[in-house]
C-alpha cells in the first residue's frame, strides 16, 4: 500500500459513520480526534505510534496515535488532530498531507474520536512531550493492515468482558480503540478495493 494509493482511495470512497468500539456506551459522548500518521519512508511506509507514560491516571503505558479532546478553538477534527500532534511530538502540520477521516470510533470510556489519516513527510525533528510520551516508534504499515497480525482479546470491565483487537508487534501490544483504528482503515481499504472493477478507487489500490 503505497502514497498513491491511499490518496485515491481516500479521493474516491468514503468510510462508514460510526463504529462502536465498547458495548454499552455512555449517553454524552466527549468529542475527540487522532491522527494516523503515515510516514513516507525511502524503505516503506510506517505508522507512527506513542506510547504514554507510566504516571498518567489514563491509559498509563498504553500504545495510542496523537490525539485528543477537541477544543473550543479547533473548527474541524482535523485541526484537533494537527494540534496534537505537534503539542505531543512536535510533528509539524507542514510535514502532514491530510487524506481524509475513518468512522468516528465510539470508546466505552465516553469519547468518540474521528480518526484523521495523513502522509507524513521526513525527516522528523520531532519532541516529545515528556509528561505525556514516554516514546515513539514506527511499525510497517503492511505489517499493521495484514489481518494475520491481528487477534481478538478479552477485559473484564466493571464485571462484564469486553472484546477488542490487539496486533502484537516486536516488544508492542497494540491494543484497544488504537487496534481497532487500524483494522478499521484495514478494512476501508479493503471495501475500496471490492468495489467493482471499473470504479476509480478500486483500480487505485488493486
Not at 488504537?178 to 478494512?187: E, I, K, S
Request: hydrophobic residues 50%; proline residues 6%.
Amino acid at each position: 500500500m503505497d502514497a498513491e494509493r491511499l490518496r485515491l482511495a481516500f479521493a474516491h470512497a468514503a468510510p462508514t459513520a460510526v463504529i462502536d468500539g465498547g458495548k454499552t456506551m455512555p449517553v454524552d459522548l466527549v468529542r475527540a480526534a487522532v491522527l494516523i500518521p503515515v510516514v513516507l519512508r525511502a524503505s516503506g511506509e510506517t505508522v507512527l505510534l506513542t506510547r504514554r507514560t507510566a504516571h498518567l491516571r489514563d491509559h498509563a503505558g498504553q500504545i495510542g496515535f496523537p490525539g485528543g479532546r477537541c477544543e473550543a478553538g479547533d473548527v474541524t477534527p482535523e485541526a484537533t488532530a494537527l494540534r496534537e500532534a505537534y503539542e505531543e511530538v512536535g510533528l509539524l502540520p507542514v510535514q502532514c498531507e491530510v487524506l481524509g477521516r475513518l468512522a468516528d470510533y465510539r470508546t466505552g470510556t465516553g469519547f468518540s474520536v474521528t480518526p484523521v489519516v495523513a502522509l507524513v513527510q521526513p525527516p522528523l525533528n520531532l519532541r516529545l512531550d515528556d509528561f505525556e510520551v514516554a516514546e515513539v516508534f514506527e511499525p510497517p504499515l503492511e505489517f499493521l493492515l495484514d489481518a494475520r497480525h491481528r487477534q481478538r482479546s478479552y477485559l473484564e470491565v466493571d464485571g462484564q468482558w469486553r472484546e477488542y483487537w490487539a496486533i502484537p508487534w516486536r516488544e508492542y501490544f497494540i491494543w484497544g480503540a488504537t487496534a481497532g483504528m487500524l483494522v478499521a482503515l484495514a478494512d476501508f481499504l479493503a471495501s475500496v478495493a471490492a468495489m467493482r472493477p471499473g470504479d476509480a478507487a478500486a483500480r487505485a489500490i488493486a
